[in-house]
Structure formats: structure tokens, C-alpha cells
């Protein structure tokens, strides 16, 4: 290649920027994620220690398709494939739309309506999820638990002298109650930031051209709200297919098993072929669920709403109608974050379990030395150098995911829309939103296996903080790359190439135009990631170490140790940090965005 042809190839590299940045980051994540994918399938094809008792001839390793022939054709088959897959499908179905529905109505009315309190309604919106699903299902094990498959008598039928039947307390029904009241907070998050970037000018020009109000939000806000609601769905669904705690916690007494709770059971019996058939079932699921999204929403459809014109969000007059709907919003709250937490808090006093008298309460469990019998020598939370040494692990995780995400899905979000429709975006897209589709307990497997010996100049990181920041990070990018994807969807890109006819450069272009303009729907992916860090379990169960302990860790020792007053206060200690942890990044988000370019 001559000397002008190189000036002219670096003179196109610095011109689109985007490029060498999306070749960078798809190697790194090619590395990251689609390696794990590789070993998923090569076990999957081969002879594991426990398949010798089933083929007494074979050498571990070699090439065989029997876990394939066992999941898809073995007499097995319908308990290990057939009945778990559409459980997962019914569950995934049913809180998808009653997930997505209560987020988007709940920021539709938050955002865009005149309902009163509107700031601590929307703080407290995404408390649910701020806990981890299975402590939903405590809570509600303990309203309505029963003493033919519980072993005691929940609230419910202390109080009322009622036995719940067993499809109230354990099975599908409460599956997707506390999965649907926990997982709405992703169409509520993702709606709520696209309804405050949707120029109220365009409603009002719909009006202004006779369409009715039914008019302007069929043709005009709910195409511009496509991106949130094809992510806000495509998340919710896949993310119920894969999820683990609350499944395991309802369905296993009544042996009601999920996609999730099979992979674990066949782990945990170190049959590790079979959950890996297992877990590609479910890849194959979710690549589909995504080539779905991506068919609707197109790769060149404009949903831009933020231009260098001016910006103006209207709130709606409810009218007569305002104070039933903030009834109705206020008693939702205090149904779907008090009442579980007091649930919750209620347990923690309890010297024995299941006797809810006053004379019952103890503080052992907060302040107590571990002296009396029921606390089984273990010290209260603020007493217990364990539990305090877990919590602080527990936030260095959460923040330095957080961080790291942060950065990443912003330059993929850059790379990928500002090189829409070409290759390299679409593999990179895909590549970024990959790790989603693994089952956590599969990708925990698979870590241990990758990072167990060294990686060329990579260490052997099993055993260390370092690979549970990792695999946090590559499992939650998806939400800071689909954020940071509609964020810059929302940017016109002839602010930036303003900005670059001026001389200015791509660095000082990314500080004072694209990160002000996109900071809101950066914090909302980085605060995502941040909650998902503080309340994992299914990911890192399998990673953690008595020296890198987190609290959820703590609390799936504390359940397995039937110790429910330990895991309540503890669970109340974690549901704290995360809710100040959210309250501190909406204080340092605020008055940030547009604004920041009227400074700069």
C-alpha cells in the first residue's frame, strides 16, 4: 500500500471514529463473551466424569452426542426438557405483560401526568427490584405459607385461621406475582427516560393537524417509544426465562421446575453436559427473541428527539381524575416496597420463628452478641465482623460494575448507532447484548473454568475479587449498551458533525455533547447495573470465597441455615445501601443533562 493510500485509510480513521472504536470493543467482548459460548457447546459435545456410569466405555472428553440424544429424545426428555421449557415460556409470557405493563403506566403517570408527589413516587417505583426476587417470595412465603408442604404456618393462617392452598403458596401462581412485582421496575426505568425525551411540540403539532389525543399517542409518542419498549420487553422476557431465586424458593418444594432450576439441579448433580444442552436452549431462545426486536424496530427507522432545536415536556391535566390516580399509585407502592419490607423487618424480630406475638420480639438479630440459643452463636448485623466485611465487598462491587459498565456501553452505544446498518454495528450489538442470554448459573460455571489457569497474559483469577467484578460486568452489559444505544438514537447526529466542521475534536466532542445529552439514560443503565451487582446471587454463587463474600451470598447462608431472622435483617441492611445508592445517583444526574451544554 503506497504512502497516500495509508494517509487517506488513517485520514477515514479519524474521520469515523466509530470504527476503530466498534473494532475494538468487539474483540475484547468477543474474547469475554463469546468464549464462554465456545466452552458451553464443546461440553455440551463431550464425555463428562458423570456420563461413564451411562457409557462405561468412553474417555471423558471425547466427542459424543449423548447429552443431546438424553435432553431431546432420552426417556428423560419431558422432564428435562419439555415440561421446565414451557414453564419458563408461561412464566416468561405472563410477567413480560404484566411486568411491562404496570412500568410503562406507572411512568407514563409519573412522567407525563400531574399527579401529586411525584419524586418520591418515582424513587420508590424501582425498590422492588432493588431487592432480590427471592426475598419477595420470602415474604410471601411468609404471609402464606402452610403446614402441609412448609412445615409451619405463615401470617396468613396464624391470623386468619385459613390454610392456603398449595397453588396460592407455592407453584406458577406466586411465581409470577413476585416476578411481575419485581421485574416491572425494567419498563418503568426504560419508559420513564424515553417519556421525558419526547418533545411535547410534536404532540401538540399532531393537534394542531385534528388528531384526537388517542391519535397523537398511537401515531406519534408510541413509535417514538418503540427503542425503550422493544429493549423494556426483549429484557423483561429473557431475564424471566433465566432467573434462578424465586423459581428455586416456590417451585422446587412442590417439584415445579423451571429452565433456571433444572440447569442448577443438573450442575448441582455435576452433570454438567446436560445443563449446557440446556443452557443453548435457552441462547436459542433469546437470539430469537432478539432477531424479533430487531425486525420490528429495522435498523434505519429515525426515533430522534433530542435535536439543536428547542425542548419542551408537558404534563397532562388529569383533571378529576388526578387525585384517583395518585390513590391508586400511592396504595400500589405501599402494597408492592412497605409491605414486604415490613414483612420482612417483622421476621428479624422474631426469637422463634412463626410466633408473631409482641412478647416474641427480640433485637438480637441487629444489636445481640450471639449469646442467646436462637441466634446459633451468630452476632446481630452491627455486631458481626462478617456480615460488615460482606457489605462492604458487596458495594465495591456494585460501584466498580457500575463504573466500568458505564464507560463501556457508552462507546459501544456511539460505535453502534453511528455506524448503523453496517457489520461491524451489527456484530457489536449483538456481541454487547450476548451475555443477556446466558443463564447465570451456566456463565458462573463457565468463568470458573476459563479463568481457573492463566490466560496468556492473563492470570488465573478464580478465587479473587477481580473475577467477580468481571463477570458482573460482561453479565450486565446489556443494560448499559441498550441504554446507551437509545440515548444516542435520541441524539442527532448533526450536532456532533457541528461540532466537528469547528475542529473540535472526538474526545472534547464525547465530553461536552454526546455524555451531557445522553447522561440520563447513562445513569439509569449504570444505576441498573448497580442494583443487579448489590442483589446477585445466581451469577457468583459459584465464585465466591470466604474472602470475597458479599452479603447476598450471606443470605443464601442464612436460608440454607433456616436462620430467616439473620437473612431478614440482613436482606433490610442490603435494601438500604442500594435504596441511598439510588437517591445519590439521581442527586448527582439532576440538572446535568441538556443544561450542561448551556455551560460548556
Known amino acids: 500500500m503506497s504512502k497516500s493510500h495509508l494517509t487517506y485509510f488513517f485520514y477515514k480513521l479519524i474521520n469515523r471514529p466509530h470504527l476503530v472504536l466498534g473494532f475494538v470493543c468487539l474483540v475484547i467482548l468477543g474474547f469475554l463473551v463469546l468464549t464462554p459460548l465456545m ?22 472428553g471425547e466427542f459424543t452426542l449423548f447429552h443431546y440424544e438424553r435432553v431431546f429424545a432420552g426417556p428423560l426428555s419431558k422432564a428435562l426438557l419439555i415440561n421446565p421449557l414451557l414453564n ?22 409519573i412522567v407525563r401526568t400531574n399527579i401529586r408527589y411525584k419524586g418520591v413516587f418515582g ?93 397523537r399517542m398511537l401515531r406519534i409518542t408510541i413509535p417514538l417509544l418503540l427503542p425503550a419498549l422493544g429493549s423494556a420487553i426483549v429484557l423483561t422476557f429473557i431475564r424471566i426465562l433465566g432467573t434462578f431465586g424465586t423459581p428455586a424458593l416456590l417451585g422446587l ?47 434505519r427507522k429515525s426515533f430522534v428527539t433530542l435535536t439543536g432545536k428547542g425542548f419542551r415536556s408537558r404534563e397532562i391535566d388529569l383533571g378529576a381524575w388526578r387525585w384517583l390516580a395518585t390513590s391508586g399509585v400511592a396504595l400500589f407502592l405501599t402494597a408492592t416496597v412497605f409491605l414486604p419490607l415490613l414483612i420482612l423487618l417483622w421476621e428479624s ?14 433485637l438480637e438479630y441487629w444489636i445481640g452478641d450471639g449469646s442467646i440459643d436462637e441466634t446459633y452463636g451468630e452476632p446481630g448485623v452491627f455486631q458481626s465482623d462478617n456480615i460488615l466485611r460482606s457489605l462492604w465487598n458487596s458495594i465495591k462491587l456494585g460501584l466498580s460494575a457500575a463504573f466500568f459498565n458505564g ?19 451489527k456484530w457489536l450489538e449483538g456481541v454487547a447484548f450476548a451475555p443477556y442470554i446466558f443463564p447465570s448459573i451456566a456463565f458462573g460455571a463457565i468463568y470458573i473454568g476459563m479463568f481457573s489457569t492463566s490466560w496468556g497474559p492473563v492470570p488465573a483469577l478464580y478465587g479473587t475479587f477481580t473475577i467477580l467484578v468481571l463477570i458482573t460486568v460482561v453479565k450486565n452489559l446489556p443494560f448499559t449498551s441498550r441504554t446507551g444505544i437509545a440515548s444516542m438514537l435520541q441524539i442527532d447526529k448533526s450536532i456532533e458533525e457541528t461540532a466537528r466542521v469547528q475542529g473540535i475534536g472526538w474526545i472534547k466532542r464525547m465530553v461536552r455533547i454526546v455524555i451531557p445529552l445522553s447522561f440520563s439514560g447513562l445513569v439509569s443503565g449504570m444505576l441498573l447495573t448497580f442494583i443487579t451487582a448489590m442483589r446477585e446471587l445466581s451469577l457468583i454463587i459459584l465464585l465466591i470465597s470466604p474472602s470475597n463474600m458479599v452479603l447476598t451470598g ?35 444526574s439532576g440538572g446535568f443533562g441538556l443544561s450542561a451544554l448551556k455551560n460548556g
Open 123 to 215: 424513587a420508590l417505583a424501582v425498590v422492588p427490584y432493588m431487592m432480590p426476587s427471592w426475598v419477595l417470595a420470602l415474604a410471601w412465603l411468609s404471609l402464606f405459607k402452610n403446614d402441609r408442604i412448609g412445615g409451619a404456618e405463615g401470617m396468613f393462617t396464624y391470623f386468619f385461621g385459613i390454610l392456603p392452598p398449595n397453588w396460592i403458596s407455592y407453584g406458577f401462581f406466586p411465581i409470577v406475582v413476585c416476578l411481575s412485582l419485581h421485574y416491572y421496575a425494567y419498563g418503568y426505568l426504560l419508559m420513564s427516560g424515553a417519556l421525558a425525551s419526547v418533545d411535547s411540540e410534536l404532540e401538540d403539532a399532531g393537534a394542531i393537524c385534528g388528531m384526537n389525543r388517542r391519535q
Open 253 to 299: 418444594p412442590v417439584r415445579f421446575y423451571t429452565f433456571s432450576t433444572q440447569i442448577y439441579a443438573s450442575l448441582n448433580a455435576s452433570n454438567n453436559g446436560d445443563a449446557y444442552v440446556l443452557a443453548l436452549v435457552l441462547i436459542a431462545t433469546a437470539i430469537t427473541c432478539i432477531w424479533i426486536n430487531s425486525r420490528v424496530l429495522g435498523v
Open 88 to 109: 419458563s415460556i408461561a412464566i416468561g409470557v405472563c410477567v413480560t405483560l404484566i411486568g411491562v405493563s404496570i412500568g410503562t403506566i406507572l411512568a407514563w403517570l
Open 554 to 588: 450471606l443470605l443464601f447462608n442464612y436460608n440454607e441455615q433456616d436462620m430467616a431472622q439473620h437473612a431478614g435483617a440482613v436482606t433490610l441492611l442490603l435494601t438500604v445501601i442500594i435504596i441511598s445508592g439510588s437517591i445519590l445517583a439521581r442527586m448527582v
Open 349 to 362: 424480630l422474631l426469637i422463634v420463628p412463626g410466633d408473631y406475638h409482641l412478647e416474641n420480639f427480640t
Open 407 to 425: 464507560i463501556i456501553g457508552l462507546l459501544v452505544g456511539y460505535a453502534v448507532v453511528r455506524g448503523r446498518g453496517t457489520l461491524l454495528s
Open 39 to 60: 466452552e458451553i457447546i464443546k461440553d455440551s459435545l463431550s464425555v463428562q466424569s458423570y456420563d461413564i456410569a451411562y457409557l462405561p466405555e468412553a474417555e471423558i
